[in-house]
């Protein structure tokens, strides 16, 4: 079957729709994420996502619906965590992200009989998402991006050097909320795409890529963005042609790019000397 | 009548129920320029953070241009230069332009945005202090003394009305720490800036600034160098010989001053 007879399949639309918004909307944030060093906040809220994820489906509530605001207040949690009790943030996200496993696998254990949907979380599957969950993640990821885009100039800044940007007036307590506010969104959204345990990936892979061909904050963020969507686009085609786990050969696409673009550097600055 | 730039009174700071500053007050007034010394810990960076109002004071209070520093909005008429080595991740993807282009947005309204003047203004900076040629670089790229001129034109890319700089001949090479004490006399001079500049070169502020706030947890002298210079023994405050090179370089430097009009 070619590219465009796969194209023609609903289920095919709906996953490239809702992985090429997730797509941006992941390397955008994680462009932030891991300047601050704040790489594994995605993990930490992937694992508190697997703890909502059990109580939506103990209470058979949709589980996004469960996770949104779960790993919202978590992200918070993480963000006060640092702020007030003075915690390293590696440190404050272990914390939260050992009580949303602990709480996941404990709401399991009490239950019983819903593991194989909770697994299925667990490694995501975007060619099952539902027409409902592309319009979520289209309009989650487009306010966010939009949002994103109107503050850029303030996110560079905080990114940068957050104490000059907080001396020139910038309101970095707001910016820092809404930044793990986002990256909450995004974790519950990539969650269908390649599931908990990889969601992080998407957050770093493109980021990293990115920082090894681009010079410039603004060019990182194109080029995050480009590599995320590459990935995201080759992983699910490559895993139609071959039969493979969506979520996983995407993971893998992220790190061929990295590869590559690790060697293009390597070669462009053996170059110039 | 000079405005009130700073204003602080009985001013204290405690961290962790230690007190690092106590009873602090002083008044700076529009075209000083203040060379601001003390020993290591002695409240320096923590003094300039609660002039931004970055921390809040124990007790006491400080006004920013007659305003109380933490409702104090318009910010582009500050400059600040922070101790370099707090911040800064050398692996950041950034270029020159960039890092210098976050002194500008303090000043505009939502969305923030880069205009035409503003790469003029740029260019500007760089230019002032030399690394006009390295505008597309990679912050990343530069050496620490590059790095810190970067730094540097990103405090006065706005051309504030009060520069606070904490540290900012760090990593600068002689020439190049000659040639920044000569660009902030300039902008004193002729812009009239008002400069509060935190360092370890005595020698260089008893050359260049007007006045001398030194503190050690409190103030222990505030005032112009003159004063400073006929207050008599200060060594138990100021170590062996940091009065005796303070005083040295300021009597050279008013010699030089006052032989310049012969010259011409």
Redesign the interface.
Known sequence: MSIAEYLQYGFIQRAIAAGAFISLLCSTLGVLLV?R?LSLIGDGLAHVTFGSVALGLLFGTYPVYVSLPVVMASSVGILKLMERARIFGDAAIGILSALGIAGGVMIASIAGGFNIDLFSYLFGNILSISVEEVYTSVILSLIVLVVIV?????I??IT???????????NTQKLNTMIVLFTSITVVLTMKVVGIMLTSALLIFPAVT??QI???????LMAAGAVSLASVMLGIMLSLFFNLPTGATIVLANAFFLTTAFIFKRVRSRGRT | MPEQIISSDSLSYRYNSVEVLSNISFDVEEGDYIGLVGPNGSGKSTLIRLI???LSPASGGIRLFGHPTLEM?C?ER?G?L?QKM????P?????VR??V???L??G?K?????ETGDNKAIDDALDMLGIAHLRG??IGDLSGGQQQRVFIA?AIVNMPDLLLLDEPTTALDPETRDNFFKLMKRLNREKGVTIVLVTHDTGSIGKYASKLLYIDKEIIFFGGFDEFCMSGDMTAFFGPSSQHLICHRHDHSLLALKAKPKDE
Do not use: C, W
């Open positions: 300047l060093r109107f503050n850029y100039h303030d560079f800044s940068f050097d957050e104490e000059f940007a907080k001396a020139g007036g910038i990115a920082f681009a010079g410039s904050f603004k060019y990182s | 931004l109002g970055l909005k910010r500050i600040y922070p707090n911040f800064f991740n692996f950041f993807p950034s270029t960039e890092v282009s976050l002194g947005m303090s505009k939502f969305p923030k945005r880069l670089k990679a990103r």
